[in-house]
């Protein structure tokens, strides 16, 4: 939610009044960085994404430890794949990258991956569960992923 509110900062002293003490926030936002470096269309409802330093620093400033940084979505620039040969290659990772935007992503990924046949290679990128693996990261490696989750104390 909070690439798209004005005020990202508001949001997040709220989430640290509510929390109690040893309470734990799950926050995620795109990678504002990231996005910013593909070629891809920008979400018009995102006011701002986060990048790594953006996230770390507005839970720092709201009195929130990190405790850990995972990212999702592994981010490999198109030009280094040699699957972008393929005719509809594009459009694929197109229809992908649109149904991830939405609020429906995961099952949108499932259908698209049930409905197309994809090479070896497209497939073991995606990878074949039935969700979007995390993994965690650290903030050296935050801009391999185009969405970044914090995991903060309060």
Do not use: C
């Not at 839970?59 to 794949?81: A, D, F, H, R």
Request: aromatic share 10%; charged share 20%.
């Amino acid at each position: 939610t909070i690439e798209h509110l004005n005020n990202q900062q508001l949001l997040v002293r709220e989430f640290q009044r509510v929390l109690k003490p040893g309470g734990v926030l799950i926050m995620s936002s795109p990678n504002g960085t990231v996005t910013q470096m593909t070629n891809e269309p920008p979400n018009p409802f995102h006011i701002h994404e986060l990048s790594n330093s953006e996230l770390t620093n507005i839970l720092i400033s709201n009195s929130l430890k990190q405790e850990g940084l995972y990212g999702q979505w592994k981010y490999i620039p198109v030009q280094t794949m040699s699957l972008m040969r393929g005719r509809h290659f594009k459009s694929i990772i197109n229809s992908i990258y649109q149904a991830t935007r939405h609020f429906k992503r995961f099952k949108a990924i499932q259908k698209l991956g049930r409905n197309l046949k994809f090479t070896e290679k497209f497939s073991s990128y995606m990878g074949e569960s039935k969700y979007i693996p995390i993994q965690s990261i650290t903030p050296e490696t935050a801009d391999g992923f185009k969405v970044l989750i914090a995991i903060a104390r309060k």
